[in-house]
């Protein structure tokens, strides 16, 4: 793509933005949000409050029903793959595509036939 062809696509995806942007502007729904935003903001200002603390407020339960941490879900063991290259005969097992002598194979010979290779 040419730089002009770029430039000219930018622009073009700016504008759309821009009108977007003139739509929600005067969308009343939004300005409602807005409006409710800024004073739950002064609120929580004059009472010294953070965010928190007013969900524990209104919402005691929030904070035992809190999603379990992403860390302790385990990962799917990765199967072990078997290819055989059918000119040499050669095996190689792995449960990746980081091998090197698979790479080598892939760069060889292509990386659609090598794993057309697979045994079990």
């Known amino acids: 793509m040419?730089?002009?062809?770029?430039?000219?696509?930018?622009?073009?995806?700016?504008?759309?933005q821009m009108a977007q942007l003139e739509t929600l502007k005067n969308d009343a729904g939004l300005?409602?949000?807005?409006?409710?935003?800024?004073?739950l903001v002064a609120l929580m200002k004059q009472y010294d409050k953070g965010l928190r603390?007013?969900?524990?407020?209104?919402?005691?339960?929030?904070?035992?029903?809190?999603?379990?941490?992403?860390?302790k879900q385990q990962r799917r063991a990765r199967v072990v793959k078997v290819y055989e290259n059918p000119h040499t005969g050669e095996r190689i097992e792995t449960k990746?595509?980081?091998?090197?002598?698979?790479?080598?194979?892939?760069?060889?010979?292509?990386a659609q036939k090598v794993e057309s290779w697979v045994r079990g």
Request: no cysteine.
């Open 2 to 16: 040419s730089r002009l062809a770029e430039f000219r696509a930018a622009e073009k995806a700016l504008q759309e």
């Open 96 to 110: 990746g595509g980081n091998h090197r002598g698979l790479k080598a194979w892939k760069q060889q010979y292509g």
């Open 53 to 71: 603390e007013i969900v524990a407020i209104l919402d005691p339960k929030a904070t035992s029903r809190a999603p379990a941490p992403a860390a």
């Open 31 to 39: 300005k409602r949000e807005i409006e409710f935003e800024k004073k």
